[in-house]
């Protein structure tokens, strides 16, 4: 979780005890008279002008000493309330300026995900009917896998470089005759050989297109932090490529069958829908229901969104974030294992549900870098 800057409340400053200090001042010009008198008129003679002078430096100076102990201690008070004043401002101007930050969103302009039963986003959408039926894993002597029907091979990396042909061919298709804007900068997921596969393939597709030789690694939550910062401000005709593919290698016994995916991202400015920052949670720090409620305070809802798209985690109790709604759509069953590229799907998936129903989507997932991410994808009221 992205620690929020927090401030020790200033001391507060303690009010004059005026009775106190009026009583106090009274008691010293008595004691102050008292003291004159008994050194200098200790039945001795002496002239009216002396005795005068000197009861007149006593009670003053007396009096003196007691006004600026009290003018001192007034100051005190004033300047302590002003400085927690000042303090309490300057406090929470950096937190709202933080917190600002912390909401900053990026918009999903277009989008293409590929899995066993998605290549377009009404496919997507149908993974979310209660009618819905997985794909049916395929055993190999390996172990089981999800695969997509019309990519061949046994090869992982040979897959990897199918799904990324057909990744770019899917995303020319949707995009069809339509004007395409350079990236300000590309991510991705997947091997360096993938990347230059996808970049051959969008070259035939889209000559005029331009790609760079070497993209920028997808990081998860870290790389989505990072374009939101690029983002912010920037004119509505910016745009930041996000793309990847994982085929997952079959394991003997694992938690779910390998399974594979692809996805493609178009960012801007504005769009349909948007991205949020989203939170961490890491198992050695931290409590995942506080960082559960920190994404909401990001998104600033008061309740978890209805619906929350994500692949199960073995090392996540249930019950951490049971308001969440997180086993009711569960894609284990419908994508396999896809390993760091688990975020992108969930987070297209999120998108297209939130841009068909107008409301908030949650999604959860694993990370590079992290034990779980989450957060949520909300419609782009400013398209409206």
Same mark, same amino acid.
């Given at each position: 979780?992205?620690?929020?800057?927090?401030y020790?409340?200033?001391?507060?400053?303690?009010?004059?005890?005026?009775?106190?200090?009026?009583a106090?001042? @009274?008691?010293?010009?008595?004691l @102050?008279?008292?003291?004159?008198?008994?050194?200098f008129?200790?039945?001795?003679?002496?002239?009216?002008?002396i005795?005068?002078?000197?009861t007149?430096?006593?009670?003053?100076g007396?009096?003196?000493?007691?006004?600026?102990?009290?003018?001192?201690?007034?100051l005190?008070?004033h300047?302590?309330?002003?400085?927690?004043?000042?303090?309490?401002?300057?406090?929470?101007?950096?937190?709202q300026d933080?917190?600002?930050?912390?909401?900053?969103?990026?918009?999903?302009?277009?989008?293409?995900?590929?899995?066993?039963?998605?290549?377009?986003?009404q496919?997507?959408?149908?993974?979310?009917s209660?009618?819905?039926q997985p794909?049916v894993?395929?055993?190999?002597?390996?172990?089981?896998?999800?695969r997509?029907?019309?990519?061949?091979?046994?090869?992982?990396?040979?897959?990897?470089h199918?799904?990324?042909?057909?990744?770019?061919? $899917?995303?020319?298709?949707?995009?069809?005759e339509a004007?395409?804007?350079q990236?300000?900068?590309?991510?991705?997921?997947?091997?360096?050989?993938?990347w230059q596969?996808?970049?051959?393939?969008?070259?035939e597709c889209?000559?005029?297109?331009?790609?760079?030789?070497?993209?920028?690694?997808?990081?998860?939550?870290?790389?989505?932090?990072?374009?939101?910062?690029?983002?912010?401000?920037?004119?509505?005709?910016?745009r930041?490529?996000?793309?990847?593919?994982?085929?997952t290698?079959?394991?003997?016994?694992?938690?779910?069958?390998?399974g594979?995916a692809?996805?493609l991202?178009?960012?801007?400015?504005?769009?349909?829908?948007?991205?949020?920052?989203?939170?961490?949670?890491?198992?050695?720090?931290?409590?995942?229901?506080a960082?559960?409620?920190?994404?909401?305070? $990001?998104s600033?809802l008061?309740?978890?969104?209805?619906?929350?798209?994500?692949?199960?985690? @073995?090392?996540?109790?249930?019950?951490?974030?049971?308001?969440?709604?997180?086993?009711?759509?569960l894609?284990? @069953?419908?994508?396999?294992?896809?390993?760091?590229?688990?975020?992108?799907?969930?987070l297209?998936?999120?998108?297209?549900?939130?841009? $068909?129903?107008?409301q908030?989507?949650?999604?959860?997932?694993?990370?590079p870098?992290?034990?779980?991410?989450l957060?949520?994808v909300?419609?782009?009221?400013?398209?409206?």
């Amino acid at each position: 979780m992205r620690a929020a800057p927090e401030y020790c409340p200033y001391p507060k400053a303690q009010k004059p005890r005026y009775r106190r200090w009026f009583a106090m001042g @009274a008691l010293l010009l008595v004691l @102050a008279w008292g003291a004159v008198k008994l050194i200098f008129f200790d039945g001795s003679n002496l002239p009216y002008g002396i005795w005068r002078f000197w009861t007149t430096f006593g009670l003053v100076g007396a009096f003196a000493i007691w006004f600026l102990a009290f003018v001192l201690r007034v100051l005190h008070y004033h300047f302590g309330r002003y400085n927690a004043h000042w303090y309490l401002e300057e406090t929470e101007q950096i937190q709202q300026d933080w917190w600002e930050r912390h909401r900053e969103k990026v918009a999903l302009v277009d989008a293409v995900l590929l899995g066993p039963l998605c290549s377009t986003r009404q496919h997507g959408l149908r993974l979310f009917s209660p009618d819905h039926q997985p794909p049916v894993p395929e055993q190999t002597p390996k172990g089981a896998v999800i695969r997509l029907p019309h990519v061949s091979g046994a090869d992982s990396v040979e897959r990897e470089h199918q799904l990324a042909r057909l990744l770019a061919l $899917q995303w020319s298709e949707q995009c069809g005759e339509a004007p395409v804007l350079q990236p300000l900068c590309c991510y991705w997921h997947g091997s360096l050989l993938g990347w230059q596969v996808f970049v051959e393939q969008m070259r035939e597709c889209r000559p005029e297109f331009l790609l760079p030789e070497s993209p920028e690694p997808w990081q998860g939550l870290r790389s989505l932090d990072s374009i939101i910062d690029r983002l912010q401000g920037a004119p509505d005709e910016i745009r930041v490529l996000c793309a990847g593919c994982q085929s997952t290698p079959p394991e003997r016994e694992p938690l779910m069958p390998a399974g594979e995916a692809a996805v493609l991202w178009w960012l801007g400015p504005r769009g349909s829908v948007r991205f949020s920052r989203g939170e961490w949670f890491t198992a050695a720090e931290g409590e995942l229901v506080a960082v559960a409620q920190r994404a909401l305070q $990001q998104s600033e809802l008061e309740v978890p969104a209805p619906v929350c798209v994500s692949f199960s985690q @073995a090392d996540i109790p249930e019950s951490a974030i049971a308001d969440w709604n997180a086993r009711q759509n569960l894609q284990d @069953a419908n994508f396999g294992a896809v390993a760091d590229l688990e975020s992108m799907v969930v987070l297209t998936l999120a998108a297209w549900y939130a841009e $068909q129903h107008g409301q908030p989507c949650a999604w959860l997932a694993n990370d590079p870098h992290h034990t779980l991410t989450l957060g949520i994808v909300e419609p782009d009221e400013s398209n409206h």
